[in-house]
């Protein structure tokens, strides 16, 4: 299993929208998490972020989470929104190389962290990853929706650990849902990705 | 026969998409000018609107526009229990009353605060049999149930009757519905095992992965909608008509869904995508109407649970003679559907039962959205009638292998009321198949095994569903440059078969895949006509629809050439990029060369003249448009005879562990019986993805109310259980029989449904066997249940509850 990183925990996200003056459910933090209003305050919103090896500038609301800027700010549609409360995986992402859900983190709580999605995995001449191009040849996708994060989530894996065996995929890749149960798909997609590497 | 696409993998053309992020699904659209819709949805299982006063949401700044069952149906609200728009009468809570638009969704949301809403609170009712009591609530306005034709209606049994049903005897009521075959009463006169029981069957929410997120926009009189759905020119159409714009000015941009399950093929199961198209038509703006998980709940569809009463007899040799089922279908706060009929013919083609009875009620509970989902009735039934196969095997002294194989449906057979005959059928090549995968016969000794709390059982499940329909079109264009280019309809929900059904043109034209584009995405690059893409049809239809329409073009192309280079059509044949001359293959023409002159030619070879006249009106639309832009293959399917099933038979060895009531799966088989296989990797992610879903229903999902205040409790992924790497297990074997179909020119047939309740059955017959044969005669069977057994509790706080917990 891949390390968990403390300091992004869905008690301090929670914590945080709380601070940050929105309601604590999961609807409210969706639209809040958009939100235009500029409440008065000391936190700056003009923040860098690190995408994909880019530094970008970002206007970004206290409450805003990391899946709202990367879709609705940076145009990084790639990470999908299953259901913005921390239960399906569709948003992961990679910051500082541990796959975490991006629809519970604070934007402002990652701003010193490496933030790496789904678009960032292509080599410069557009090869594709290992990752993405075994689960190209084991047809891991099924409708898709899932897929950025399952990718994710399994580069993450074998980044902590490049040669799991089947078992300790699946344990790695059990933070992502997967709707259509393309499971054993994507865990070949996984084990070949490690003997392509 | 050897094929040079069909039954061979390729790389379907948005894989790479999926993979990288860049395909995209309705709510990655943005548009200039783009505002944004909420919801303001019903905080009541059933009530009447009486007011609403948005004064003070629309005076505030950046608010645009509220939105109103007023304004979507200005002469009323259909009188149907069906999905509505926007309603001013609800009868869930969630179900969508009113939007508000504004320049960004915080802003909606805060606007949607000042809405000052009256609702008259109306009676609700959560558990069918609760409405079905004398006295007991309703959960619609005009009555509990909704009669085809007639209209709302009110059905009471008397408390006896219900009690009576609860306690596991056959209802005595009238049915609203019935039908059978057979002389009854002497197939149970001449059963040496009978069996009977009631049973019930959850009803679970879809949980598509991608939400029903929907944007719209109009120009020069047009409505553009990106949108989601299973079936990409099939739902356009009717989803026309919900939004009240022609075809013609109505384009639908759907190039991939995140899932649908049975929710998403039809308009009328998705009507919440006209909001977005209304509210831009009356705002004059783009709309983004982006959906929440807890919305996907409740407008996106379930399952209709069951609560049933099953008898079935069989002979001493094993053969079903008789089967009598009586069903209570809870028919939800909106839709309906059709599971226990289909139920019923399933049972029917599987076990190919000798005389048979099947009544059913269908009544509305105030809780999900009801609709078809992925096998919906057969893989509920399969749950259940498999156990009582062990049980008859058990209690006549035959093995459980040979119980199924003697009662398996083969070419010749018939199935359902009607006595329809399959178009082919190799159920006992399938179980055989399974067995030898599986290793049945050394496998079988370790049933009932125990090793500390742990107690190892096996399961046997098939799985069938009736998978393909006809009568619809194709199009094919060859391009001057050499290039085939098929138009499908066929809708991208994640099986690829808008990619492998085209393939079967590629096939005719023996064209290599290089040199041909799938055509497809929206309704405005001029598609062909596909059937609703549920009910596992589109291989089989498709195929035949793709093939066609390439049959066309090669008579064309043939026809060109031998005007232009003597002899007959038929001297000719093609070899994938030329059409030469078979005593003389120097003298020919290549594709790009008939296309080009095709062209010159005009009339027919470009679709301006001798169109079938029987076409689609969604593919004449298409064909008027495309006339005159290349050589075309055009085609309208006649009706095909009987019925192309699709089987699957699945094998599963468990461990169980007593203590907890949890189970690993050891061993887990899915083998197929569709005809000749089209796409080897498609047919496996159908099957792997059928397994996972059958998991789910005999071991996992449910709906969970609050019986309180009628309020969802398992709104979430996670509340709601969807099944997850950990429930499933690391392995799944996968197989298929691959026999080809006379009715279908590739042989071809579907297996998305069956795929599941092969599965559902052969765990519930696993869980059974562990169980040294106790049946529960319920799915899902929980640990809770299995624990509560173990300890001698009563199973049933609640006997056959819907919406609820059992037990
Ligand atoms: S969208 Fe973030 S976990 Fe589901
Ligand atoms: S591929 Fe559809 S949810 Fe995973």
């Given at each position: 299993?891949?390390?968990?990183?403390?300091?992004?925990?869905?008690?301090?996200?929670?914590?945080?929208?709380?601070?940050?003056?929105?309601?604590?459910?999961?609807?409210?933090?969706?639209?809040?998490?958009?939100?235009?209003?500029?409440?008065?305050?000391?936190?700056?919103?003009?923040?860098?972020?690190?995408?994909?090896?880019?530094v970008?500038?970002?206007?970004?609301?206290?409450?805003?989470?990391?899946?709202?800027?990367?879709?609705?700010?940076?145009?990084?549609?790639?990470?999908?929104l299953?259901?913005?409360?921390?239960?399906?995986?569709?948003?992961?992402?990679?910051?500082?190389?541990?796959?975490?859900?991006?629809?519970?983190?604070l934007?402002?709580?990652?701003?010193?962290?490496?933030?790496?999605?789904?678009?960032?995995?292509?080599?410069?001449?557009?090869?594709?990853?290992?990752?993405?191009?075994?689960?190209?040849?084991?047809?891991?996708p099924?409708?898709?929706?899932c897929?950025?994060?399952?990718?994710?989530?399994?580069?993450?894996?074998?980044?902590?650990n490049p040669?799991?065996?089947?078992e300790?995929?699946?344990?790695?890749m059990a933070?992502?849902?997967?709707?259509?149960?393309?499971?054993?798909?994507y865990l070949?997609?996984?084990?070949?990705?490690?003997?392509?590497? | 026969?050897?094929?040079?696409?069909?039954?061979?993998?390729?790389?379907?053309?948005?894989?790479?998409?999926k993979?990288t992020?860049?395909?995209k699904?309705?709510?990655?659209?943005?548009r200039?000018?783009?505002?944004?819709a909420?919801?303001?949805?019903?905080?009541?299982?059933?009530g009447?609107?009486?007011?609403i006063?948005?004064?003070?949401?629309?005076?505030?700044?950046g608010?645009?526009?509220?939105?109103?069952?007023?304004?979507?149906?200005?002469?009323?609200?259909p009188?149907?229990?069906?999905?509505?728009?926007?309603?001013?009468?609800?009868?869930?809570?969630?179900e969508?009353?009113?939007?508000?638009?504004?320049?960004d969704?915080?802003?909606?949301?805060?606007?949607?605060?000042?809405?000052?809403?009256?609702?008259?609170?109306?009676?609700?009712?959560?558990d069918?049999?609760d409405?079905?009591?004398?006295?007991g609530?309703d959960?619609?306005?005009?009555?509990?149930?909704?009669?085809?034709?007639?209209?709302?209606a009110?059905e009471?049994?008397?408390s006896?009757?219900?009690?009576?049903?609860?306690?596991g005897?056959?209802?005595?009521?009238?049915?609203?519905?019935?039908?059978?075959?057979?002389?009854?009463?002497?197939?149970?006169?001449?059963?040496?095992?009978?069996?009977?029981?009631?049973?019930?069957?959850?009803?679970?929410?879809h949980?598509?992965?991608?939400p029903?997120?929907?944007?719209?926009?109009?120009e020069?009189?047009?409505?553009?909608?990106?949108?989601?759905?299973?079936?990409?020119?099939?739902?356009?159409?009717?989803?026309a008509?919900?939004?009240?714009?022609?075809?013609?000015d109505f384009?639908?941009?759907?190039e991939?869904?995140?899932?649908g399950?049975?929710?998403?093929?039809?308009?009328g199961?998705?009507?919440?995508m006209?909001?977005?198209?209304?509210?831009?038509?009356?705002i004059?703006?783009?709309?983004?109407?982006r959906?929440?998980?807890?919305?996907?709940?409740?407008?996106?569809?379930?399952?209709?649970?069951l609560?049933?009463?099953?008898?079935?007899?069989?002979?001493?040799?094993?053969?079903?003679?008789?089967?009598?089922?009586?069903?209570?279908?809870?028919?939800?706060?909106?839709?309906?559907?059709?599971?226990a009929?289909?139920?019923?013919?399933g049972?029917?083609?599987?076990?190919?039962?000798?005389?048979?009875?099947?009544?059913?009620?269908?009544?509305?509970?105030?809780?999900?959205?009801?609709g078809?989902?992925?096998g919906?009735?057969?893989?509920?039934?399969?749950?259940?009638v498999?156990?009582?196969?062990?049980?008859?095997?058990?209690a006549?002294?035959?093995?459980r292998?040979?119980?199924?194989?003697?009662?398996?449906?083969?070419?010749?057979?018939?199935?359902?009321s009607?006595?329809?005959?399959?178009t082919?059928?190799?159920?006992?090549?399938?179980?055989?198949q399974?067995?030898?995968?599986?290793?049945?016969?050394?496998?079988?000794?370790r049933?009932?095994?125990?090793?500390?709390?742990?107690?190892?059982?096996?399961?046997?499940?098939?799985?069938?569903?009736?998978?393909?329909?006809?009568g619809?079109?194709?199009?094919?264009?060859?391009?001057?440059?050499?290039?085939?280019?098929m138009?499908?309809g066929?809708?991208?929900?994640?099986?690829?078969?808008y990619?492998?059904?085209?393939?079967?043109?590629?096939?005719?034209?023996k064209?290599?895949?290089?040199?041909?584009?799938?055509?497809?995405?929206?309704?405005?690059?001029?598609?062909?006509?596909?059937?609703?893409?549920?009910?596992?049809?589109?291989?089989?239809?498709?195929?035949?629809t793709?093939?066609?329409?390439?049959?066309?073009?090669?008579?064309?192309?043939?026809e060109i050439v031998?005007?232009?280079?003597?002899?007959?059509?038929?001297?000719?044949?093609?070899?994938?990029?030329?059409?030469?001359?078979?005593?003389?293959?120097?003298?020919?023409?290549t594709y790009a060369?008939?296309?080009?002159?095709?062209?010159?030619?005009?009339?027919?070879?470009?679709?301006?003249?001798?169109?079938?006249?029987?076409?689609?009106?969604?593919?004449?639309l298409?064909?008027s448009?495309?006339a005159?832009s290349?050589?075309?293959?055009?085609?309208?399917?006649?009706?095909?005879?009987g019925n192309p099933?699709?089987?699957a038979?699945?094998m599963i060895?468990?461990?169980?562990?007593?203590?907890?009531?949890?189970?690993?799966?050891?061993?887990?088989?899915?083998?197929?019986?569709?005809?000749?296989?089209?796409?080897?990797?498609?047919?496996?992610?159908?099957?792997?993805?059928?397994?996972v879903?059958?998991?789910?229903?005999?071991?996992?999902?449910?709906?969970?109310?609050?019986?309180?205040?009628?309020?969802?409790?398992?709104?979430g992924?996670?509340?709601?259980?969807?099944?997850?790497?950990?429930?499933?297990?690391?392995?799944?074997?996968?197989?298929?029989?691959?026999?080809?179909?006379?009715?279908?020119?590739?042989?071809?047939?579907?297996?998305?449904e069956?795929?599941?309740?092969?599965?559902?059955?052969?765990?519930?017959?696993?869980?059974?066997?562990?169980?040294?044969?106790?049946?529960?005669?319920?799915?899902?069977?929980?640990?809770?249940?299995?624990?509560?057994?173990?300890?001698?509790?009563?199973?049933?706080?609640?006997?056959?509850?819907q919406?609820?917990?059992?037990?």
């Open positions: 299993m891949y390390p968990v990183n403390p300091k992004l925990t869905r008690r301090r996200f929670i914590k945080g929208v709380i601070a940050s003056g929105a309601a604590a459910t999961s609807t409210s933090i969706w639209y809040a998490a958009n939100g235009a209003e500029r409440p008065p305050g000391s936190v700056e919103r003009l923040i860098r972020i690190n995408v994909n090896g880019q970008r500038t970002v206007d970004v609301a206290p409450q805003e989470t990391l899946a709202s800027t990367l879709r609705y700010k940076l145009g990084l549609t790639g990470t999908k299953g259901c913005n409360r921390g239960e399906c995986g569709a948003c992961t992402v990679l910051v500082d190389d541990i796959p975490s859900y991006a629809c519970s983190i934007t402002h709580s990652v701003k010193a962290m490496r933030i790496e999605t789904v678009e960032g995995l292509e080599s410069a001449n557009g090869d594709l990853h290992p990752v993405q191009q075994a689960f190209v040849e084991e047809l891991s099924q409708c898709g929706y897929t950025p994060g399952q990718v994710m989530a399994a580069v993450g894996l074998l980044r902590a040669n799991p065996t089947r300790e995929a699946r344990q790695g933070g992502n849902i997967c709707r259509c149960g393309s499971y054993d798909s070949n997609g996984v084990m070949r990705a490690a003997e392509i590497g | 026969m050897a094929y040079m696409h069909i039954g061979k993998d390729f790389v379907p053309p948005d894989v790479p998409g993979v992020g860049r395909i699904y309705a709510e990655d659209y943005t200039e000018g783009m505002v944004y909420r919801l303001l949805t019903s905080p009541v299982p059933h009447r609107i009486v007011n006063d948005a004064t003070a949401a629309l005076a505030m700044d608010v645009v526009g509220i939105l109103t069952a007023d304004d979507v149906y200005p002469d009323g609200e009188q149907s229990t069906g999905l509505k728009i926007l309603t001013n009468e609800p009868t869930l809570v969630g969508p009353i009113l939007a508000i638009a504004a320049v969704e915080k802003t909606a949301e805060s606007a949607m605060a000042l809405i000052s809403l009256t609702i008259e609170r109306l009676p609700f009712v959560l069918p049999l409405s079905l009591r004398e006295g609530p959960a619609y306005t005009g009555g509990n149930t909704f009669v085809f034709r007639q209209g709302f009110q009471k049994w008397t006896d009757q219900v009690t009576s049903f609860q306690n005897r056959e209802p005595s009521a009238e049915p609203q519905q019935s039908w059978e075959y057979g002389d009854l009463e002497a197939g149970f006169a001449s059963s040496d095992f009978i069996y009977e029981t009631a049973f019930s069957t959850a009803g679970y929410p949980m598509s992965m991608e029903r997120s929907a944007m719209a926009y109009w020069n009189g047009k409505c553009y909608l990106h949108g989601t759905s299973q079936s990409l020119t099939a739902l356009a159409e009717p989803m008509n919900i939004i009240g714009v022609p075809l013609e384009v639908f941009i759907n991939a869904t995140g899932g399950f049975g929710q998403r093929s039809r308009a199961s998705i009507p919440s006209a909001i977005p198209a209304r509210f831009s038509q009356k004059n703006r783009p709309v983004m109407m959906v929440t998980r807890e919305e996907e709940f409740t407008i996106g569809g379930a399952r209709q649970g609560q049933g009463w099953i008898k079935i007899g069989f002979r001493s040799d094993g053969s079903m003679a008789a089967m009598d089922m009586y069903c209570v279908s809870d028919s939800g706060g909106k839709g309906g559907g059709g599971d009929n289909s139920a019923a013919a049972v029917s083609a599987l076990y190919q039962v000798e005389a048979m009875r099947f009544r059913n009620t269908s009544i509305g509970t105030n809780t999900g959205h009801r078809a989902q992925r919906p009735g057969e893989n509920q039934i399969m749950a259940i498999a156990p009582i196969m062990d049980k008859a095997a058990e006549l002294g035959l093995d292998l040979a119980i199924r194989k003697l009662n398996a449906a083969q070419n010749g057979d018939v199935s359902g009607r006595s329809t005959p399959f082919s059928a190799y159920m006992p090549e399938c179980l055989e399974a067995a030898e995968q599986f290793d049945w016969d050394g496998r079988k000794s049933a009932r095994q125990t090793n500390g709390s742990k107690v190892t059982g096996l399961g046997i499940g098939q799985g069938y569903h009736n998978a393909g329909r006809s619809m079109d194709g199009i094919v264009r060859m391009l001057p440059n050499g290039r085939l280019q138009h499908t066929v809708g991208n929900l994640g099986t690829y078969s990619a492998s059904t085209s393939r079967a043109a590629a096939e005719v034209l064209m290599p895949w290089e040199d041909c584009d799938i055509v497809t995405g929206r309704t405005d690059r001029h598609l062909a006509i596909s059937s609703p893409q549920d009910g596992s049809n589109s291989i089989f239809t498709n195929t035949r793709a093939y066609g329409a390439a049959q066309d073009m090669l008579a064309k192309m043939k031998a005007m232009d280079l003597g002899g007959a059509a038929a001297d000719y044949d093609i070899d994938g990029s030329r059409v030469y001359q078979i005593t003389d293959n120097t003298v020919g023409m060369a008939v296309a080009q002159r095709a062209l010159e030619l005009g009339g027919k070879f470009t679709g301006e003249a001798d169109v079938p006249e029987d076409l689609n009106s969604l593919t004449a298409s064909v448009r495309l005159g290349a050589l075309m293959g055009i085609y309208h399917d006649p009706r095909h005879a099933p699709g089987f038979v699945a060895e468990i461990e169980l562990d007593t203590e907890t009531g949890k189970f690993d799966i050891i061993e887990l088989v899915n083998i197929a019986e569709c005809g000749t296989v089209v796409h080897p990797q498609g047919l496996k992610n159908q099957l792997v993805g059928g397994a879903w059958g998991i789910g229903l005999s071991a996992l999902e449910r709906h969970l109310y609050d019986p309180q205040n009628g309020i969802p409790a398992s709104t992924f996670w509340q709601s259980k969807i099944p997850t790497y950990l429930d499933t297990p690391a392995n799944i074997g996968t197989g298929w029989v691959d026999l080809p179909d006379p009715e279908n020119p590739v042989g071809a047939r579907g297996i998305g069956p795929s599941m309740g092969s599965v559902s059955a052969a765990l519930n017959s696993a869980i059974s066997d562990a169980l040294d044969g106790h049946l529960f005669n319920a799915a899902p069977v929980t640990t809770d249940m299995i624990i509560n057994h173990v300890a001698g509790i009563s199973e049933d706080a609640i006997p056959l509850a919406n609820n917990f059992r037990g």
